[in-house]
């Protein structure tokens, strides 16, 4: 089956630990994107990929990192600098130039203690 | 900036019709969508349309764009508790890359 992944599904980190959130798909989309999800704001974007090996900043990319190796994997860093890391994480991918409709993971929920 | 606002609340009786609106400022959207969120999960495209309809049906969803007044709506008849979820209209920006996305409107259905 084709799809999206994410792990794991709950996140649990002491204040001032790194901590990296996997995303995976086999769906062959080229994009992949990263959002970050609080009640009553919607998602916001954080970092988005439009192809292997580049990547770009989205609208609250303080305090967040990833890296895309592979076509397949785009995987998150939360760094200690990321002031309120406590949320739901989603990643998404695409194949533009249709209707850019975007496939969504589970979702991890990061809590920060 | 580009922005995509909706009411946050709506509660209707099952077997009523649902409207959920939302309005966004980038009249240059190609694409406009409406994404259902089950609690805990991800997002799932429902429906979309394409800037240049006015009406798009699908079943028991039906799709309005109002590109005068930036004004899309959802309506869902016959709801159903099943229907009970987070639905986030959406907008891909003028660039045909980056979707900017609502707050999302809960929809609870009472039985």
């Known amino acids: 089956d084709g799809g999206i992944t994410q792990s794991p599904k709950y996140l649990f980190r002491k204040e001032g630990q790194n901590v990296t959130l996997s995303c995976e798909q086999n769906?062959?989309?080229?994009?992949m994107y990263w959002y970050r999800q609080d009640p009553g704001q919607g998602l916001r974007l954080i970092y988005y990929s439009q192809i292997v090996n580049d990547f770009q900043k989205g609208d609250i990319a303080e305090g967040y990192s990833v890296s895309r190796e592979k076509k397949e994997s785009f995987p998150l860093t939360v760094t200690s600098a990321q002031k309120n890391p406590t949320a739901f994480y989603l990643c998404?991918?695409?194949?533009?130039?249709?209707?850019?409709?975007?496939?969504f993971g589970p979702g991890t929920r990061l809590t920060v203690l | 900036g580009e922005d995509v606002e909706q009411s946050l609340f709506l509660s209707v009786r099952e077997g009523d019709s649902s409207v959920i609106n939302c309005t966004y400022t980038d009249s240059s959207s190609t694409y406009l969508y409406w994404y259902k969120q089950e609690p805990g999960a991800g997002l799932q495209l429902l429906t979309y349309i394409f800037s240049n309809m006015d009406m798009k049906q699908d079943q028991r969803l039906t799709v309005l764009l109002n590109k005068k007044d930036k004004h899309l709506s959802l309506r869902i008849a016959d709801t159903q508790t099943g229907d009970s979820a987070i639905y986030f209209c959406?907008?891909?920006?003028?660039?045909?890359?980056?979707?900017?996305f609502g707050a999302g409107t809960r929809l609870f259905v009472k039985a």
């Open positions: 959406a907008g891909l920006n003028t660039g045909g890359f980056k979707t900017i």
């Open positions: 998404a991918s695409s194949m533009p130039g249709q209707n850019n409709e975007q496939f």
């Open positions: 769906l062959n989309h080229d994009a």
